[in-house]
């Protein structure tokens, strides 16, 4: 693979911690025993950004051939003589194979770019393991979450983070002048410590996801018993009619503009009750219980989720008419209209129903869009702050009620037709509505000058309770100090 564009790193030279004293380290000899996949990479990586690189292989003469001209491929031990820095790309199980070479690599720094394969799979980290095989070496965790095509294709999206952390602070600063010459962004994670917790990140699947993810199958499971309950079982059981037709298709659009309903909802109401604790206890700095924090943290993944159900629902909606039942029952519809010689069936307030449910279903799905956008990092950091805040909560909060709007034009005057009660249970979107109701009327609630006023004095630092401290001139001349509440 050649360099090309590679040469040139899209990120600029960009300091660990702020720290402005690490400066660029290409033209260095770097070291890389290992020639699998990863050693590859890292080779083409460091030989496109300036660095003479020398790789350790135990069959140099089969393995050259797989490294870029640039790099010299030589013996383990030939390699580690030339260089101080060290990339050791070999799996935990191979690093006993090292320990011939233990008095070649003493005072050599030596990176760790392992992975396990699963998550706490030793009791320590790959990391403190070669460090206590090779107790006369420094070594620093790194590297280990960036893939082997990162590597190859350089860090183009802009936002690539080489997590790093050692004893040595002279060992992790070598490697962060490394890491930035190759276009990255180095990290300081602290000691060796927390190198476990470094090989664990790239282990994970979707952590910040799995609860959202829980929540919405929740929901649809729930809902979609409901509806096929309603739809399929009681006519089936009262009316003697097949319809389980209906099941992959019908009551799945059904079911999914609720998830995405009450899933929106959720994604305001933490803020709704933490704006009540706040108002309850006259202070922010009262920490929230642990499952309200957990809310606040995961209100982006319940967002876009949301937005994906509403999607998949606009698409199922797009193909009703495409479905085969749906044509049978146009053609009868139109012989029981021939045979009873109707001329017209225009219902003109059923129009008007549907003409409103699609146009603001539109509507909504378009904001719903743009918060997801918004969401996304590369759009989120060119917004500042004002206009993120004004995307997600003001345009979020209209959207919310545009979808209460879509809803209720859906539900019109079924919810007072006691043919709609199936089984006793009330029309779908009638329980899709608590949420969401409860939501917007609590909104409109803090909005009153009284509430509005409380809650921002609150957010600004003022406390219920909280005494201040004032100084009096005495009669004699001295000044005396005293006590007063807030509340005062």
Sequence with gaps: MSGGDMAKPL???????????????????????????????????????GFKVVVGSRNP?????????????????EAVKKTDVIFVAIFREHYSTLCD??????????????????????????????????????????????????????????????????????????????????????????????????ENIPLRLLPAWKIPIFLALGLFLCFFTYNLVRQVIHPYIREQKNKFYKIPVEVVNTTLPCVAYVMLSLVYLPGVLAACSQLYYGTKYRRFPDWLDQWLQHRKQIGLLSFFCAALHAVYSLCLPMRRSHRYQLIETAVKQAVEKKMNIWVEEEVWRMEIYISVGIIALGLLSLLAITSLPSIANSLNWREFSFIQSTLGFIALVISTLHTLTYGWSRAFDEN????????????????????????????????????RRIRRGWEKGRYVKFVLPSATGEYSSGETSSNV
């Design 420 to 455: 709609q009660y199936k089984f006793y249970l009330p029309p779908t979107y009638t329980l899709t509505l608590l949420v969401p109701c409860t939501v917007i009327l609590a909104k409109v609630v803090f909005n009153l000058p009284c509430i509005q006023q409380r809650l």
């Design 101 to 198: 070479l233990a008095d070649v690599l003493a005072g050599k720094i030596l990176v760790d770019v392992s992975n396990n394969t699963e998550i706490n799979h030793n009791k320590e980290s790959n990391a403190e393991y070669l460090a206590s095989l090779f107790p006369a070496c420094t070594v620093v965790k790194g590297f280990n979450v960036v893939s082997a095509w990162t590597l190859q294709s350089g860090a183009r999206d802009g936002n690539k983070q080489v997590l790093i952390c050692s004893n040595n602070q002279e060992a992790k600063r070598s490697v962060a002048e490394i890491a930035q010459a190759m276009g990255f962004t180095p990290v300081d994670m602290g000691c060796m410590s927390s190198a476990c917790e470094i």
């Design 11 to 49: 990120l600029g030279h960009r300091s660990m911690e702020g720290d402005p004293s690490i400066t660029p380290a290409a033209g260095r000899t770097i070291g890389v025993l290992g020639s699998g996949d990863f050693a590859r990479s890292l080779a083409i990586r460091l030989v496109c950004s």
């Design 61 to 77: 003469k089969r393995k050259a051939g797989l490294f870029p001209s640039a790099a010299e491929v030589t013996f383990q031990a």
